[in-house]
Structures are given as C-alpha cells and as structure tokens.
C-alpha cells in the first residue's frame, strides 16, 4: 500500500453540468510498482461533450500478456509515446482546475496523482465525483456494481471497455442516468 500522505481534492456527492470525465489504463492495480499506460480526459460542459484529451503512455517495463488482453494495449502501441512526465503534464494542463468525475475514480486519481507529484511536484487537488457512489445509492436490480454491470444494466454498449476513451464514455453515460434517479437524488439532500 502507499504511504503517500496526499493532498488531494473533495470527494462530491452531487450533480454538475461542467466536468471532466477520467480513465486510465495501468500494468496492475498498486501505485509503487505498476505504471499509467493509457490516460483519457472528457471535458463536459452543460453535460455535452466539448474536448477530449487521450494519449497512450510509455511505460519503463513491459507490458504483461494479461494486461495486453484485458486492454488490448501491447508494447509496440506504446512504444513512440509520451513518457509518464509528458503525460501527466498534458493531462493537468488539459483538466486545470475542472471537477474529476470517474468510476471508481479513487484509484485513477491515485496514480495520476502520484505520478503528477514525481515529476512535476504538482499536488492534484480537483474536487472530484465518484460516478460508482451514484450507482451504490441507486436500487438497481443489478448482481454488483462493477461499471460494465451497470453499463449493460442501462443498455449501454461496453463493446471497448477497459480502453480509457471508451470506459470515460460508459462512464459519462451511466452519470447521465444516474443523476436523475430519486434514490440518488434523495442522498443529494
């Protein structure tokens, strides 16, 4: 686990028509010893799509079969991509000081922050809201809570899941059907 003491934003639990949308896409799930391999940013505004930032990352080590075959990205796509520095820098320059909305947002933040911090001693403190907390109030007759769960749930296509891009549009679907719902709502209040 990180013993990184982060200064990060506040968690949100309400609605808001200006956002960005995140994902990322990494060698495995622990921040000290796995890396950022993909990073997508969605700038919402009044909830319609406005700009998007996406870019593969170069990684130090290799990337495993198995993450190869749950992301569909190899060594060779990201072998002429930016490093991790370049990444992340791009990416704070792209989100500024936006609200960050993700599913099960904790753990992309983690390691863009982490890595924002490395390289740039640059404290990620965008307030951000959880889209997975939405779905936890709402009484969806669904076996768990996983993202593509809910996704299909609302007939939304998962066909691309687990590519950054792809998993902020999921994303930003299931936060448009969930906003709206009472049970949802009733926890706003």
Known sequence: ?????????????RAVPDYCVIDIETTGLETENCEIIEIAALKYR???LAEKFTTLVKPKGKISYFITSLTGINNDMVKNSPDISEAVRNFSDFVK???LIGYNV????????????KC????????YIDVLRFAR????PTTDKKQTTVARYFRISVKGAH???????????????????????????
């Open 163 to 189: 590519r950054a891009e792809k998993d902020c549009l999921i994303c930003n679907e299931i936060y448009l059907k969930l906003k709206d719902d009472p049970a949802v709502m009733q926890s706003f209040k």
């Open 120 to 127: 740039h001693g640059i404290h990620l403190k965008n307030d």
């Open 46 to 48: 009044n909830f319609r």
């Open 137 to 140: 109030k709402a009484d969806l």
């Open 106 to 117: 904790n753990f992309d933040i983690r390691f863009l922050y982490d890595a924002l911090l």
């Open 1 to 13: 686990m990180s013993t990184v003491k982060r200064k990060k934003g506040k968690s949100l639990f």
């Open 97 to 99: 000081d936006d609200i």
